[in-house]
């Protein structure tokens, strides 16, 4: 996904985190309905995000919570509070990088859509497609999954957060704690990695 200023896309955004907003303040004020609309407004990207990191739904079940926690409790260190998105995915990013350190566990690039589409910046490479179907070998799968977990940690976090799940790169680049241009570079790098890694099981 590409930030288009003007477009209806920003027209979306501005209106979510105008309405991201609102349910801050009314949580803040002791309403606790509109942090159960967070919640559910973001629960399923908080856990894609979490699984994709760990590779286990278990384990991003328990960070999802954990982050929704962590969230509930620092609301009010929030000092923007229409940025509660990308706060919110800085937490969980933080908190899976961490219990991944912790319990070593691997990492998934797709398991639950069809295809992962990995496009070079300014299409200057190409398109580079993994495909994900029921004839996969598990030794491509787990070579898939091995590969990006030898990702260096922020290539492999701004490769999941923009190329997989589609964030902006502006909000990458808040959630990763970088300049866009070093997210830009750090996807780059992380794209041409897994192409020389997995050159057998990719299709150009």
């Given at each position: 996904?590409?930030?288009?200023?003007?477009?209806?896309?920003?027209?979306?955004?501005?209106?979510?985190?105008?309405?991201?907003?609102?349910?801050?303040?009314?949580?803040?004020?002791?309403?606790?309905?509109?942090?159960?609309?967070?919640?559910?407004?973001?629960?399923?990207?908080?856990?894609?995000?979490?699984?994709?990191?760990?590779?286990?739904?278990?384990?991003?079940?328990?960070?999802?919570?954990?982050?929704?926690?962590?969230?509930?409790?620092?609301?009010?260190?929030?000092?923007?509070?229409?940025?509660?998105?990308?706060?919110l995915m800085r937490i969980t990013a933080n908190m899976a990088l961490n219990y991944r350190r912790d319990r070593e566990?691997?990492?998934?690039?797709?398991?639950?859509?069809?295809?992962?589409?990995?496009?070079?910046?300014?299409?200057?490479?190409?398109?580079?497609?993994?495909?994900?179907?029921?004839?996969?070998?598990?030794?491509?799968?787990?070579?898939?999954?091995?590969?990006?977990?030898?990702?260096?940690?922020?290539?492999?976090?701004?490769?999941?957060?923009?190329?997989?799940?589609?964030?902006?790169?502006?909000?990458?680049?808040?959630?990763?704690?970088?300049?866009?241009?070093?997210?830009?570079?750090?996807?780059?790098?992380?794209?041409?990695?897994?192409?020389e890694e997995l050159a057998e099981y990719l299709t150009e």
């Amino acid at each position: 996904m590409k930030d288009q200023p003007g477009s209806s896309v920003d027209a979306l955004r501005e209106a979510q985190q105008s309405a991201d907003a609102e349910c801050v303040r009314r949580t803040r004020a002791g309403d606790l309905r509109a942090f159960d609309e967070l919640v559910e407004r973001y629960q399923r990207r908080v856990v894609s995000v979490a699984f994709r990191l760990l590779n286990n739904s278990h384990d991003a079940a328990d960070v999802c919570q954990e982050a929704f926690l962590r969230a509930y409790r620092s609301l009010e260190s929030l000092q923007e509070p229409a940025r509660f998105a990308a706060w919110l995915m800085r937490i969980t990013a933080n908190m899976a990088l961490n219990y991944r350190r912790d319990r070593e566990t691997g990492l998934s690039l797709s398991t639950e859509e069809g295809a992962a589409f990995l496009e070079d910046p300014g299409g200057a490479q190409g398109l580079v497609q993994v495909v994900h179907d029921p004839t996969i070998t598990s030794e491509a799968m787990s070579a898939i999954q091995a590969a990006i977990a030898r990702l260096p940690e922020k290539q492999r976090l701004s490769l999941v957060l923009f190329a997989i799940e589609g964030l902006p790169q502006k909000e990458v680049a808040e959630i990763v704690g970088c300049g866009v241009e070093a997210v830009k570079w750090n996807v780059f790098q992380a794209r041409k990695r897994l192409r020389e890694e997995l050159a057998e099981y990719l299709t150009e």
